[in-house]
């Protein structure tokens, strides 16, 4: 694994931008230089974040979004190697 994540990440396991293993060694995002915790999907070049828009549900009981445009730096919260390493442990 690259130490960089991609340039587009979803949450949603329905979505094509889905990536359980990127995932799983956990995803930061930096918007507008400030932390946020409640991406449910980016996009590094087209500069945007799905945030959720409160408690709101849809009618198919997904979490209704709001897109905010601006500067987004996303970074791995652990190591590849560290995942791996837990991996191992694990089994």
Do not use: Q
């Not at 991406?39 to 945030?51: A, C, N």
């Not at 997904?62 to 590849?80: C, D, F, Q, S, W």
């Amino acid at each position: 694994m690259s130490d960089t994540p991609p340039d587009r990440l979803s949450l949603d396991p329905r979505s094509p931008h889905f990536d359980e293993t990127k995932l799983r060694r956990g995803v930061g995002i930096r918007f507008n230089g400030v932390e946020k915790t409640n991406v449910e999907e980016y996009s590094v070049s087209e500069g945007w974040i799905k945030v959720a828009a409160g408690k709101s549900r849809d009618r198919h009981g997904n979490p209704m979004t709001i897109t905010l445009k601006g500067t987004v730096e996303p970074y791995y919260e652990r190591a590849a190697d560290e995942d791996a390493g837990g991996e191992e442990e694990k089994a």
